[in-house]
Every structure is written in C-alpha cells, then in structure tokens.
Nanobody, 124 residues
Framework: VQLQAYGGGLVPAGGFLRLSCAASGRTFRSYYMGWFRQAPGKEREFVAAISWSGSSTYYLDSVKGRFTISRDNAKNTVYLQMNSLKPEETAVYYC??????????????????WGQGTQVTVSS
C-alpha cells in the first residue's frame, strides 16, 4: 500500500483544514487508517484513527470535538477534518495504514505503511 497525504497549508488560529490521504491498492477497505503528527522537536503522536468500515473512530483527547476522521472506501481515501486549529497543532501530519485485525490504533507500531506527511502551519 502506498499512501499520499495532502491538503496541508497555512491557516490562522481558529481556522480549518481538511487533510486527505489517498491509498493505492485494492485492499484499502481492509486497513485501519490513522493520522499522526510530529511538531518540531517533538515525538510523533497519534491524532485519530478509523476502522475498516468507518464504524469506529478514535481520537487524541485534545482534538475530540474539533477533528473528524472519515473514509471513503470507494475512493481509497481517508480524511481528517480539522476545525478550530491551534498554533500548537503546527506539525507535519502523517497518514498510516494498519493491516492488523484488531490494532490498538494509537500505537505507531501497529501501522505497516506510512505516507510522506503534509505540513500544517497554524499562525497565531
């Protein structure tokens, strides 16, 4: 599976962005999908994840109510809608795919494939 994340950019605090992650391959619907981010000088952290069908979603506590993860299996794409963005959320955002049957979505080692990342910059 090859993943390509896009949709990042520069937004003011309180603004919004929608990230997309396009996946190659016919088995996209069998992968849990996740979004992670890495701010300068910090470790990469979990942001959100979604199950194969989209029936289950998982979020970092600090983004609950502001971010929404979704997927369109017909388009092999996962999305991250980010609202009310904060300057401290400036980071490179990565999408990832897990082939595990029941992964613990917030752990990076559960994911087999990673996209190249897209930069999100939130100005204060």
């Amino acid at each position: 599976v090859q993943l390509q994340a896009y949709g990042g950019g520069l937004v003011p605090a309180g603004g919004f962005l929608r990230l997309s992650c396009a996946a190659s391959g016919r088995t996209f619907r069998s992968y849990y999908m996740g979004w992670f981010r890495q701010a300068p000088g910090k470790e990469r952290e979990f942001v959100a994840a979604i199950s194969w069908s989209g029936s289950s979603t998982y979020y970092l506590d600090s983004v609950k109510g502001r971010f929404t993860i979704s997927r369109d299996n017909a388009k092999n794409t996962v999305y991250l809608q980010m609202n009310s963005l904060k300057p401290e959320e400036t980071a490179v955002y990565y999408c990832a795919a897990s082939s595990r049957i029941a992964p613990t979505p917030r752990y990076q080692y559960e994911y087999d494939y990673w996209g190249q990342g897209t930069q999100v910059t939130v100005s204060s």
